[in-house]
């Protein structure tokens, strides 16, 4: 921004280019030669005198006329609308958006005073193809120059979103929403809700079907349409565009997915002859569970041989995503919720993933252990105790977890 003693600077030289070119005006018109005049009849001298006077008048309106333009196209570039108002505002330039639209819509936000003054300088200064799509923080406190520049940098305002692993779609949902960038349910719409079956159209029964990403990523060709996206928005640290549309978000979240659940993954599952999403529903249960990728190996062959074996897997995960309750606040009646996601309830895997898995959870579920373990339960202090009989459950049970 300019200061004051550089913004006078600036209109002093303004003044002094104006004076300049008065004296050109006053040079052209007023010009008379050395040699001598030639006496005229006193009429004809009248209207010399008239057109030269008249010449003069419009000539100063003319430099008057200029000097007030150059003077507001100054104020209107070069100073900021309101240098008091320092609350920052996000402004979007959607791909595609051409200069006269974002200078009607920074005049519409009252971030700049003129959209003429704009539209001129940007024109001139060869700038108007180098305004970058994204969101960006402005205030009515920066000078129209600066918002150019900063706008001509790609200097876009960013949020960082950390996915823990464990964290679940609300988790994610109410990050975004307590963001101001959209709400909760906006996502849910697009990526699916969580602890609910889809349908192919919206009913009372649940909501329709989630967008369809498996065109643009062959790892979701194998998860059924009825789920959401749990489990596969990959934990780690992301960089969010303030702006950024809910797909434009996933797209990123999958894409980072694609690249660190690798070839050789990969394959050791197809080799299993088992599917990604098996993998990526057991390892959130993993996630959720239990602390230790040692442990996290053993408690995967354990659910796999119950499963095996037609036995309910009775994991307390799966009722904590549906209630939203505790482990420790669990009820007898919450066993009996009907659900597909009650493992207390209905055989083999959950509907879906229940969390989104760390790299750990999702290679213990690929390279399980098999061991002459039934039962396991995690300790309040994080320890997993393993039995090979009910006795043994219950034993360890009465110990840690009453």
């Given at each position: 921004m300019?200061s004051k003693k550089?913004?006078f600077?600036?209109?002093f030289?303004?003044?002094e280019?104006s ?10 018109f ?8 030639t006496?005229?009849?006193?009429g004809?001298n009248?209207?010399k005198?008239?057109r030269?006077?008249?010449i ?6 003319i430099?008057?006329?200029?000097i007030?333009l ?6 209107a570039i ?7 108002n ?25 971030l ?7 539209d ?6 060869g ?5 970058m799509?994204?969101?960006y923080?402005?205030s ?8 150019i520049s900063?706008l001509?940098?790609g ?8 996915i823990?692993?464990?964290m ?11 963001q ?9 719409e697009?990526?699916?809700f ?11 029964e649940g909501p329709?079907?989630p967008?369809?990403f498996?065109d ?19 934990p780690d ?12 978000v996933?797209r990123?979240i999958?894409?980072?997915f ?7 993954l ?5 080799a299993?002859?088992?599917t990604?999403?098996e ?14 990728r040692?442990?996290?190996e ?8 119950r ?7 009775q994991?307390d995960?799966?009722l ?7 482990s ?8 009996k919720?009907?659900?597909p ?14 969390a ?17 373990y ?9 320890e997993?105790k393993?039995?090979?009989?009910l ?8 110990i840690?977890?009453r």
């Amino acid at each position: 921004m300019l200061s004051k003693k550089q913004s006078f600077k600036v209109l002093f030289f303004i003044l002094e280019w104006s004076e300049g070119i008065k004296n050109k005006f006053a040079y052209f018109f007023f010009r008379t030669s050395d040699k001598k005049r030639t006496a005229y009849p006193l009429g004809q001298n009248k209207r010399k005198s008239f057109r030269r006077g008249s010449i003069a008048v419009i000539s100063s309106i003319i430099f008057f006329i200029l000097i007030l333009l150059i003077i507001w196209f100054t104020l209107a570039i070069f100073l900021p609308k309101d240098s008091n108002n320092q609350e920052n505002v996000v402004f979007i330039i959607e791909q595609g958006m051409g200069s006269e639209e974002i200078s009607k819509a920074l005049k519409e936000q009252g971030l700049i005073k003129s959209k003429i003054a704009f539209d001129i300088w940007v024109f001139v200064s060869g700038k108007d193809d180098s305004l970058m799509a994204g969101g960006y923080d402005l205030s009515s406190a920066m000078s129209a120059n600066q918002i150019i520049s900063k706008l001509i940098s790609g200097e876009v305002a960013l949020e960082d979103l950390i996915i823990k692993p464990g964290m679940d779609l609300r988790d994610i949902g109410w990050w975004f929403e307590n963001q101001g960038m959209f709400q909760a349910e906006e996502m849910f719409e697009l990526v699916g809700f969580p602890a609910v079956r889809h349908f192919s159209t919206s009913s009372p029964e649940g909501p329709g079907l989630p967008y369809d990403f498996s065109d643009e990523f062959s790892f979701l060709q194998d998860k059924p349409g009825n789920v959401s996206l749990e489990g596969y928005l990959y934990p780690d640290t992301y960089q969010i565009e303030k702006g950024e549309t809910v797909k434009m978000v996933a797209r990123k979240i999958l894409s980072n997915f694609d690249q660190k659940v690798t070839g050789e993954l990969r394959n050791e599952i197809k080799a299993q002859g088992r599917t990604i999403f098996e993998v990526i529903n057991l390892a959130s249960l993993l996630e959720k569970e239990v602390k230790t990728r040692e442990d996290k190996e053993i408690v995967a062959g354990i659910i796999l041989k119950r499963i095996r074996n037609g036995w309910l897997i009775q994991i307390d995960a799966t009722l904590t995503y549906l209630t939203g309750k505790s482990s420790g606040g669990l009820t007898n009646n919450d066993k009996k919720i009907e659900s597909p996601y009650n493992t207390y309830k209905y055989f083999d895997l959950p509907l879906g993933p229940i969390a989104n898995p760390g790299i750990d959870s999702i290679e213990a579920a690929v390279y399980y252990k098999n061991s002459p373990y039934w039962y396991y339960l995690t300790t309040p202090e994080g320890e997993t105790k393993f039995g090979q009989t009910l006795e043994d459950h219950n034993y360890y049970k009465a110990i840690y977890l009453r």
